[in-house]
């Protein structure tokens, strides 16, 4: 019998676990968290299910990792601001990044929406705690911003929430993007325009400039 090497066994677990996280978002995006199933998710990342089990532990272990991995993506841009940025640059860099995010993940976009509308049951403590904490300091920094007169004194947490149903509606609803504007899908062209349609928007709302 032959055993793999470290390095081996290291590249073949991150393959599995990347499997199985791509297969996981889109079943449970498909199905709900009731719907979903280990076995369903072991199908479609091709492995055993069993080996689904001993990389992720349960289905709820699982489900959690991809909603808290999505919001992970779409905020990373805002982990390092400060006082000394240029708030247009970083808000239209959050508004750029998050656009590109709706298009490369969609379905965990949707996997979140739905979690959300229905009523959060696996995010309450992550929503009261980590990403509450995370929202404050955000906010603080843009009413800093306010205050040295770099931008319009709006509310940060409405701008925050704005900036994030803003961008995830193309996701998340896309099929009355497509039915609206007769598209069989949105191309790049359409993205760049959207994208930038956002940035003067919402920027020129803070009393800024792109």
């Known amino acids: 019998m032959t055993t793999m090497s470290a390095p081996d066994a290291t590249r073949t677990r991150r393959r599995n676990e990347k499997a199985i996280l791509e297969?996981?978002?889109?079943?449970?995006?498909?199905?709900?968290?009731?719907?979903?199933?280990?076995?369903?998710?072991?199908?479609?990342?091709?492995?055993?299910?069993?080996?689904?089990?001993?990389?992720?532990?349960?289905?709820?272990?699982?489900?959690?990792?991809?909603?808290?991995?999505?919001?992970?993506?779409?905020?990373?841009?805002?982990?390092?601001?400060?006082?000394?940025?240029?708030?247009?640059?970083?808000?239209?860099?959050?508004?750029?990044?998050?656009?590109?995010?709706?298009?490369?993940?969609?379905?965990?976009?949707?996997?979140?929406?739905?979690?959300?509308?229905?009523?959060?049951?696996?995010?309450?403590?992550?929503?009261r705690g980590e990403l509450r904490e995370w929202v404050e300091q955000r906010a603080r920094v843009f009413e800093q911003w306010a205050e040295r007169g770099l931008m319009d004194p709006v509310d940060p947490v409405w701008l925050i929430f704005l900036i994030w149903s803003a961008t995830q509606h193309y996701a998340d609803f896309e099929a009355q993007v497509l039915g609206i504007t007769d598209r069989q899908q949105l191309n790049d062209t359409d993205y760049q325009r959207i994208t930038d349609f956002l940035c003067q928007v919402i920027l020129k709302g803070c009393g800024l400039r792109v």
């Open 23 to 127: 297969a996981a978002e889109q079943v449970f995006a498909r199905h709900g968290y009731r719907g979903a199933s280990i076995q369903a998710i072991a199908e479609a990342a091709a492995l055993p299910k069993s080996n689904v089990l001993y990389y992720v532990g349960s289905k709820k272990t699982l489900y959690v990792k991809l909603l808290e991995r999505m919001m992970s993506r779409w905020n990373a841009m805002l982990d390092d601001i400060n006082v000394e940025d240029d708030p247009a640059r970083v808000l239209e860099a959050f508004i750029r990044s998050k656009m590109q995010l709706t298009r490369e993940h969609p379905q965990g976009s949707r996997l979140f929406a739905a979690e959300i509308l229905g009523g959060a049951p696996f995010l309450q403590e992550y929503l």
